[in-house]
């Protein structure tokens, strides 16, 4: 199991990227670089790229609704460039707060908008002339559509690789399938090791019935806070207003992807109540009802022998990069254990 962390990417590029190296040199994997509404992801990539030599750097990610198909193929391509062929293009939809809010574009259609998405960006890298016609997309744009002067183009650049891998973060039912039939990896939040074959395993099965055999097994990145020590059992606490915030805050009534998920775990009522309050403004009593089961099961805080007990069970959950964010104690020392224990 390889090790990913989050990066911070609110601002402080020089200072991020020398805690990058260092984790790099203590033995993590891939670093993941969000892009919200605050400074972009491609910029800050490119600056990792340029001052890392073996991490892979990888986006998580990049909304799908902000670029054009091609130009999201053509940043990937240009980030294996600098890389030398060490980058990962994590895809997303984001929210419709984000996108139609800040964007102002309409949030609509993400699994089949993802799709073909994937589609254009793997023709992109082949260096073939980009032609697509689908629900969505259309490559060339019709003449109907604009000036008629459209023509298929490749990209004129060589990428490294012809397929850079893709990994999608998706939560629902057929979101989950569509990442497991045409994903390199998926990109999951909130990840329960015991209940998530109860909420996902019909999802991943028939995506993989469908899956290109070229395209090896799915990858899963997934984790929480880690905190190493027999003191450290209460730090998963420190979870609770980011967890409030998406299963109360992420969307309105009937459409929050977080507060279904939670539904879907067993945890119904906890999940009402904390939409509930934190809508009517009410965020820390909202924060207090995160149930206390699972900010324990999703984060590795404890003992020695629960944190690897936890290791144990993101592994046989089908976890192949652990995500971690070390909270109290020193950050390298915890990539450099869990490095020792997952080797």
């Known amino acids: 199991m390889k090790l990913g962390m989050q990066i911070d990417y609110s601002g402080g590029f020089k200072e991020s990227a020398a805690r990058v190296a260092a984790y790099e040199k203590a033995g993590l994997d891939v670093a993941w670089v969000a ?17 890392t ?54 949030y609509d259609a993400p699994l089949g908008r993802t799709r073909e998405i994937i589609d254009i960006c793997r023709k992109v890298w082949t260096r073939e002339r980009v032609t697509y016609d689908g629900r ?35 939560l629902g039912p057929k979101n989950v399938e569509m990442t497991a039939e045409v994903a390199e990896g998926w990109l ?27 395209l090896g097994p799915l990858e899963i990145a997934a984790g929480g806070l880690v905190a190493i020590g027999d003191d450290k059992a209460g730090v998963a606490e420190m979870m609770r207003p980011m967890a409030a915030l998406y299963i109360g805050g992420m969307g309105a009534k009937g459409k929050n992807f977080y507060n279904d998920l939670m539904c879907r775990y067993g945890f119904e009522a906890e999940a009402a109540q904390i939409q509930e ?67």
């Open 53 to 106: 030599e073996r991490v892979t750097i990888a986006s998580g990610i990049l909304p799908i609704y902000t670029r054009t198909p091609t130009l999201l193929a053509m940043t990937a391509a240009g980030m294996d460039a600098l890389t030398d062929g060490r980058f990962i293009l994590g895809l997303g939809a984001s929210g419709p707060q984000v996108i139609e809010g800040f964007h102002g574009v309409k």
């Open 35 to 51: 892009e919200a509404y605050g400074f972009d992801g491609a910029t800050f990539m490119g600056y990792l790229a340029a001052t």
């Open 136 to 170: 969505y997309y259309h490559l060339p744009l019709p003449p109907e559509q604009g000036t008629g002067l459209g023509k298929p183009l490749k990209i004129i650049a060589k990428p490294v690789r012809e397929r850079i891998p893709i990994w999608v973060a998706s």
């Open 188 to 214: 999951p939040i909130f990840f329960l090791p015991e209940r998530a074959r109860d909420v996902w395993g019909a999802d991943l099965d028939a995506g993989a019935a469908k899956r290109s055999a070229d």
């Open 277 to 343: 309050l934190y809508l009517d403004g009410k965020k820390d009593e909202a924060a207090a009802l995160v149930p206390e089961e699972f900010l324990r099961l999703v984060n590795l805080c404890g003992p020695e022998g629960f944190v690897k007990e936890r290791l144990a069970a993101f592994a046989e959950a089908g976890v192949t990069v652990l995500n971690i964010t070390p909270v109290g104690g020193d950050p390298l020392r915890t990539i450099e254990t869990l490095k020792d224990w997952t080797a």
